[in-house]
């Protein structure tokens, strides 16, 4: 069982950064990937950044690519996405996401290749 709780989310205008954060508990040494998935009302969730953590590699989707970096802290068991340049097309709530245990990935995840969930942050953009 893995744990995830975000924080950061907010209002802000076009053109700023946010940096949201995600602690982790849990069963973490056996999961190899976490990710941030966003999700509009009325539209499909969002992968939008993926971390692989035994061999480290990360991934975008090409609408935030350049904008969004995804980190963890591991000391802290903290896992980031930082935002920058941001729309109002960026407007969703943001979910911070596991993988099921003992399975790697090698792509940008989708809302359907993880297994555990955080409550979510809102992150409201405005022209």
């Known amino acids: 069982q893995v744990h995830l709780v975000e924080s950061g989310g907010g209002s802000v205008q076009a053109g700023g950064s946010l940096r949201l954060s995600c602690a982790i508990s849990?069963?973490?040494?056996?999961?190899?990937?976490f990710g941030w998935v966003r999700h509009i009302p009325g539209k499909l969730y969002e992968g939008v950044a993926t971390?692989?953590?035994?061999?480290?590699?990360?991934y975008y989707a090409d609408s935030v690519e350049g904008r969004f970096t995804i980190s963890r802290d591991y000391d802290k068991n903290v896992l980031y996405l930082e935002i920058s340049s941001l729309k109002v097309e960026d407007t969703a709530m943001y979910y911070c996401?596991?993988?099921?245990?003992?399975?790697?990935?090698?792509?940008?995840?989708?809302?359907?290749?993880?297994?555990?969930w955080g409550q979510g942050t809102q992150v409201t953009v405005s022209s």
């Open positions: 996401a596991a993988g099921p245990p003992y399975t790697t990935i090698n792509a940008l995840g989708s809302a359907d290749d993880y297994k555990y």
């Open positions: 849990g069963a973490t040494s056996t999961t190899y990937y």
């Open positions: 971390m692989r953590t035994r061999v480290v590699s990360t």
